[in-house]
């Protein structure tokens, strides 16, 4: 469904990014990574998932809380791979602390990197969509988009940020061919979530079964995780013709979190 196309996704070297960009690769769909850390094993995962297709796959690793490596980052997508056609801002990072207790550095750091760095990346990859007619952009927020948690001041802020500006940005693009959309998970089964779980059950001297049950139940009451590969399905159903009229949505994937 993507072939021909390229996916940019930030934050894709490993979680959620990395499970978004490996089935868009399914699709067909040339990728752009981003990301800290080793990069060989992410690119081949996505090659491998998009194997069937023959896409490319590159790597940038811009500090996505740096503007101007943001600009290196979108540069080096137009000039390698010829601009971006799927926009997926997903870099993240969190700091759970009292207000009163924030550490001010941490607080910048959060609303750079998972809300203005959704904001430079969009506004660079705007004047190529509106030009081709059409684009897809998916924000991945959070329930905490939507809702709020104690201790979280900094990415609740963010993630509604997040949302309001995904709302503002679909009425700027609403008869261009492009359309903005955020996916708002509650608890995902990444790497680092499975951490923290082993992390409780060794301190509370609970099974991991238990433990990862009693951090479920706190507020998804679904008790099951969503995956990786759940919300690169839902991106995809964006990026298809049966979403082409779907944008300023905000998608909770929360197992009911936020219907309570």
């Not at 971006?84 to 941490?106: C, M, R, S, T, Y």
């Not at 660079?124 to 988009?145: D, E, F, Q, T, Y």
């Not at 990786?228 to 905000?250: D, H, I, K, R, Y």
Request: aromatic fraction near 4%.
């Amino acid at each position: 469904m993507l072939k021909n196309k390229t996916a940019l996704v930030t934050g894709s070297t490993s979680g959620i990014g990395l499970g978004i960009a490996q089935v868009l690769a399914r699709e067909g769909a040339n990728l752009v990574l981003n990301g800290f850390g080793d990069s060989e094993g992410p690119i081949a995962q996505v090659r491998e998932a998009g194997r069937a297709h023959g896409i490319r796959v590159g790597h940038h690793g811009a500090d996505m809380s740096k503007p101007a490596e943001i600009e290196a980052l979108m540069a080096y997508a137009a000039s390698e791979f010829g601009g971006v056609d799927v926009l997926v801002n997903n870099a993240g990072i969190q700091h759970v602390a009292n207000v009163e207790d924030f550490p001010v550095a941490k607080w910048d750091a959060i609303l750079a990197i998972n809300l203005s760095s959704a904001f430079h990346t969009t506004r660079l990859a705007m004047p190529g969509l509106r030009k081709k007619g059409w684009g897809r952009i998916v924000n991945i927020a959070s329930a905490h988009g939507l809702v709020a948690s104690a201790g979280k001041s900094a990415y609740v802020a963010a993630k509604h940020g997040l949302v309001g500006m995904t709302k503002a940005v679909a009425l700027e693009a609403a008869t261009s061919g492009v359309t903005v959309n955020a996916i708002c998970p509650g608890w995902v089964l990444t790497p680092l979530v499975q951490r923290q779980i082993d992390d409780r059950a060794a301190r509370e001297g609970t099974a991991v079964a238990q433990a990862e049950r009693e951090l479920l139940g706190e507020k998804q009451p679904s008790l099951r995780f969503t995956t990786p590969q759940q919300l690169g399905e839902l991106a995809v159903f964006l990026c298809s013709e049966a979403g082409a009229n779907v944008t300023g949505q905000a998608w909770a994937v929360d197992g009911g979190w936020t219907a309570q």
